[in-house]
């Protein structure tokens, strides 16, 4: 039965197991078996919660059963990264080896929606290490090891959330909780070749979450399809008292677009400066789809130090979370030999730059927000290369060794982005695509982004050899 | 908020060429305070962490804002219920 139910996307799950065609018990066992034979093969789990997710099954299947639907994650398997603090002694160790022993008594807000949604908590997954917030410059920088990603294991996954984007690209649980500071979600998406979202800041709840930026943090689901992370953000949203960020802005999840909506699309000028020619060549393709349901015209946004704005607010922001870790020297127990020095550099910010960059962000916010006015949303690659090879240095915006001006401004306003698939590249490696949106737009770019998997299989191709 | 074009700051006041002086100083700062847990090799790699960080403040010390433009994060007053 392993056969029928790995890479069927949530909403078909969702649509078995409400016909009771499914038993959520099976489905779980499924899975549970697929993360403990195959995650190590990827560096993809840290724990696997059998017996958390056994119990949750079983009451799926005894609520529905008794016909008390919950809704389309009651039953689906799941995995959180290792950041959301789990109770019921499942450690949450934030991927770093001073806390891989250490167990919280609650559950993250998100953790708890996901429950009451009826989803079955199946691992805690692989993560960077501190969510890549010390400077990290290798794949290998978690005491888990290097994520390996499921297209080629002298690859990388991708980062922070290595797990969640590796374990649904092999097809270990049908989706995951990533989060983003900067390119967290969006980047392990692209390089596993699934459907990353993340949300608007302020829509999920970070309460539980390790916090490494309090302004730039979110919470979001990796899945096969952007129509599932549709689905996952539609559980896990919503006001929080617990997080004083979050707002009473409902979230509903509509399948599909209107019959016959158009769609306005934004390039930014230069976007593929800088790709892969496989990139680019693959973005040409993919407006050569977008055309086919809207229009695609070239905008610019003004000339301003997008990636020294959203860089300089990271470095201050995290220096001061992790601020007993640093001092005390405690990272000296992290895994990537730089993360255990790089964050000294961080007392150079002085208070005065970092303010600077809170009120550029100001600016930036509102620049981006009259670009993004007239339009549906600005597409571009979601990663400038197919994912980097294990052994060698990654390229980041954030450490200033790459640009990212979608990334700079989409995390630094706290925009919404999806990234689905749009083909391979030159090492047969998946390239994505991302629709970027203005504030509290995810269904206008969950529409658009679904839109465009209705036209491509992309996201109906999988890694070989993961039996 | 203006125009882009007007919020570019003068090429008078753009950052400088040689940012040496101030990554030199910052360095002494976090020798002063980290030194002794910091190996050479460490020490340079704080160094070329550093001079990212003092080119990026540099780079926003270089757009010109006006008096109204606030974070963009305005810190709330607090009540705890009722």
């Known amino acids: 039965m392993a056969e029928e139910v790995v890479f069927v996307p949530v909403r078909r799950l969702g649509d078995l197991i409400r016909e009771r065609r499914l038993s959520p018990v099976a489905l779980a066992e499924i899975f549970l078996d697929r993360l403990e034979r195959l995650g190590p093969r990827y560096n993809a789990v840290v724990t696997v919660t059998r017996a958390r997710a056994l119990e949750q099954a079983r009451r799926a299947e005894a609520e529905i059963a008794a016909g008390r639907y919950r809704g389309p994650l009651h039953g689906i398997p799941y995995g959180a990264k290792d950041l959301l603090a789990t109770s019921g002694g499942i450690p949450t160790t934030w991927g770093a080896a001073p806390f891989k022993d250490r167990v919280f008594d609650f559950d993250a807000t998100a953790i708890r929606k996901l429950e009451t949604a009826g989803a079955v908590l199946c691992a805690k997954l692989a993560m960077v290490e501190l969510a890549g917030g010390m400077g990290y410059r290798q794949p290998n920088a978690a005491f888990t090891g290097p994520g390996v990603n499921p297209w080629s294991r002298d690859a990388w996954s991708g980062g922070s959330s290595s797990g969640s984007g590796s374990a649904v690209a092999a097809g270990l649980v049908p989706f995951a909780i990533g989060s983003e500071t900067w390119g967290s979600i969006l980047s392990p998406a692209g390089n596993c070749g699934v459907a990353g979202l993340r949300p608007t800041y302020g829509r999920v709840s970070r309460h539980g979450a390790m916090a490494l930026c309090w302004t730039l943090d979110k919470l979001g689901p990796l899945a096969l399809t952007a129509d599932d992370c549709g689905l996952v953000l539609e559980a896990i949203a919503g006001r929080d008292p617990a997080d004083p960020t979050t707002v009473d802005r409902p979230f509903r999840h509509e399948p599909a677009a209107p019959a016959g909506q158009r769609f306005r699309f934004g390039v930014l000028r230069g976007t593929t400066d800088g790709c892969e020619e496989a990139v680019r060549e693959n973005f040409a393709r993919s407006l050569g789809v977008l055309r086919e349901i809207g229009t695609v015209e070239e905008v610019a946004l003004p000339d301003l130090p997008y990636d020294d704005i959203t860089r300089t607010i990271l470095f201050a922001e995290a220096a001061s979370a992790f601020e007993d870790l640093i001092e005390s020297g405690a990272i000296r127990g992290l895994t990537a030999p730089e993360d255990r020095y790089t964050a000294y550099a961080r007392d150079a910010i002085l208070a005065k730059d970092y303010l600077k960059a809170l009120r550029l962000r100001g600016v930036m916010a509102r620049e981006a927000d009259r670009v993004l006015a007239p339009l549906h949303a600005l597409v571009a690659p979601g990663r400038p290369s197919e994912a980097a090879l294990l052994a060698s240095e990654v390229r980041s915006a954030i450490r200033g060794t790459a640009r990212d001006v979608m990334g700079a401004v989409g995390n630094g306003a706290g925009l919404p982005a999806v990234a689905v698939p749009n083909g391979l590249g030159a090492r047969g490696l998946p390239t994505s695509l991302q629709f970027m949106g203005r504030a509290w737009e995810e269904p206008t770019v969950l529409a658009a982004a679904c839109a465009y998997q209705s036209r491509t299989d992309w996201h109906e191709r999988h890694p070989a050899d993961l039996s | ?82």
Do not use: C, K, W
């Open chain 2, 1 to 82: 908020m203006s125009e882009p074009e007007a919020i570019r700051a003068p090429e008078s006041i753009r950052p400088p060429a040689a940012i040496h002086p101030e990554v030199e100083t910052m360095l002494a700062l976090v020798r002063e305070r980290y030194g002794g847990r910091l190996a050479p090799e460490e020490l340079e790699g704080v160094r070329t962490a550093i001079e990212g960080i003092v080119q990026a403040a540099h780079a926003l010390r270089a757009v010109r804002l006006t008096n109204a433009d606030e974070p963009g994060q305005p810190f709330a007053a607090y009540r705890a219920d009722p």
